[in-house]
Nanobody, 115 residues
Framework: QVQLVESGGGLVQAGGSLRLSCAAS????????MGWYRQVPGQTRELVAT???????NYADSVKGRFTIVRDGVLNTIWLQMDSLKAEDTAVYYC?????????WGRGTQVTVSS
């Protein structure tokens, strides 16, 4: 099993920056990929950014150039550096990890961007 804990959410003004972190515990040595997703009430959860054990990254078009996903050497911790934040980025951000064929989710952290 993998447990994920997010931190770093909060309130920030438009144009500002925020850095989220996610720490994985449990059977972490076999994690293949981790990432960030976000969800607004009434909408579906959407991909923000992912990173694999090989270092490959994938970003949603809406955040490309503004957000950066970073991992540690053993892929048990990831960060999401968010710059040039917009009001549209307001959402609950969820950490995600894939181990084999199983997907794990954190509880989420609220990010609110004021305009």
């Amino acid at each position: 099993q993998v447990q994920l804990v997010e931190s770093g959410g909060g309130l920030v003004q438009a144009g500002g920056s925020l850095r989220l972190s996610c720490a994985a515990s449990g059977t972490i040595y076999i994690i293949n990929a981790m990432g960030w997703y976000r969800q607004v009430p009434g909408q579906t959860r959407e991909l923000v950014a992912t990173i694999t054990s090989s270092g490959s990254t994938n970003y949603a078009d809406s955040v490309k150039g503004r957000f950066t996903i970073v991992r540690d050497g053993v892929l048990n911790t990831i960060w999401l550096q968010m710059d040039s934040l917009k009001a549209e980025d307001t959402a609950v951000y969820y950490c995600n990890a894939v181990r084999g064929a199983t997907t794990y989710w954190g509880r989420g952290t609220q990010v609110t961007v004021s305009s």
